[in-house]
């Protein structure tokens, strides 16, 4: 290509990200307050205020800290939640920058930016991502994972090697399971790429060992305990087909599953033995492994999708290639398609799926507050959205030393409570949270009646709205005071 058609496609891809960076805007000045996003504002709130408590029981009870320590650094913009969103979202662009870097390295300058463009312009990528959770870190950590392998499998050189290996523990280090991932995904792709030698597999050793070394503790002290004791608690079963039935939706509809299945004719029918051990491994490990998993959610193969994305910027480029012999047009073209692939970037906007996740999980800051009221500081706080009223009113957990408890699983066990109280109870419920026990979800006049004869006096009702122009009680707060 010429240097302008270059400048132009660079140009393109500029505009990408800056829209992108805009839309993500949106997301910041949100209520929106999910569990799990609580759980990591909660952590990066203590480490960004106390440093030292990144290396707490409490920070490390499910993962390490460390996406809580990348969320502290938006504290310096921001100390609140919108902290946390700012880095959300910049974690959310430099992702779309980095699939067209790693496009750019395998297949081209126009197949890395159409790659980035397809996905600043998916929809579902651009609500899920934005949410303060950990999917879209791990994105980010896969594909620059994707990056260090891709040379290491070019050169074999041991400062590619060891680089594979730190970026391989920073996946373990956000998530455990990443190791479940990233292992057969390395061999995989030393075995596809035909490095099958006594040399290949001692470049293996080194990334593969450095990754072991530091999954094996977790292997030991969490993940077989875990499995001993009857595996994870399931919220969103499924079978195990899932994935594949909805893998069009992910791609982006039918416009997405045609050029997926484009780029993945041209990767197989230009013998790219590299791109083929880096891409096909990535995709078939992670959709098997989860498939196996019974618990479910699209979101949790997020990090596939920059491996999708990058098939289908291959393709398109191919298809150039292909259809176009002579390099002008081929140029033209390349630039027409990059302003094409633009335009659903520039409409994406926020959008009806956009209200509704800015909409659900409300009203917990003003709940939180309630509480703070009604707390004389030696009253039990039994809470339905546990996660939520800890971020939300500053009082720590049972398990940690705190006054903060889960409600009872029965109302017998609720009524024990009751019975034996020597001081005050608080009691939130609420619309949102779908693991309350059956008692108290999903609220209903009835159950709201039955905590009021148990003596439970409404403290606080909270409003918002859950549809456009229609506000409704999504919290209620209780005190129990004994005679």
Known sequence: MKKIQVYILYAFLVAGLGVALLTRCGFLDTERLWPDEALYASYAAQI?????????????????????????????????????????????????????????????????????????????YLLQSNLVLIDGALTLGHLLFAMALWRHMATGRRREGVMVGILGIFLVLLKWYAAVFIIPWLVLAYFWSGRVTRRGIGEMVVPLGMIALVFFPYLVFKVIPVM????????????????LEHFPYFLGGLPGTVLWAAGLF?????????????????????????????????????????????????????????????DKLQGVARCGLAFVLLVPVLNLGQGAGAWTLNHSYTGFAEAGQAIKVQDDG???????????????????????????????????????????????????????EYIQ?????????????????????????????IRPGASVPVAWIFTYSPP
């Open 228 to 243: 001993r004791s009857g595996g994870p608690v399931t919220f969103f079963p499924a079978p195990f087909w899932y994935y």
């Open 378 to 432: 030696r009253a039990m706080v039994l809470a339905g959205s546990i996660r939520a009223m800890h971020y939300c009113s500053g009082i720590r957990e049972k398990e940690f030393g705190g006054r903060l408890e889960p409600l009872p699983r029965t109302i017998q066990a609720l009524k024990d409570v009751v019975s034996g109280a020597r001081s005050k109870v608080i009691l939130e419920v609420d619309v949102w």
């Open 437 to 465: 026990p059956a008692w108290a979800y999903p609220v209903t006049s009835e159950k709201l009646k039955m905590l009021a004869a148990m003596g439970f006096v409404e403290a606080k009702v909270v409003f918002r709205p």
């Open 48 to 124: 960004f205020k106390a440093p030292a408590f990144l290396f707490s029981a409490e920070a490390n009870t499910h993962h390490s800290a460390l996406f809580s320590l990348i969320l502290a650094l938006g504290h310096f913009w921001h100390d609140s939640i919108l902290g946390d969103r700012i880095m959300a979202a910049a974690l959310n662009v430099t992702t779309i920058f980095a699939v067209f870097l790693l496009g750019r390295m395998m297949f081209g300058v126009f197949a890395g930016v159409a790659a980035a463009l397809i996905m600043a312009g998916n929809a579902y």
């Open 266 to 326: 041209y990767l197989f029918k230009g013998g790219n033995a590299r791109a083929q051990a880096l891409i096909i491994p990535w995709i078939l490990v992670e959709l098997v492994v989860l498939s196996f998993v019974s618990e479910k959610d699209l979101r949790y193969i997020l990090p596939v999708y920059p491996c999708a994305v990058l098939v289908m910027g291959m393709g398109i480029s191919r298809a150039v290639d292909v259809f176009l012999k002579h």
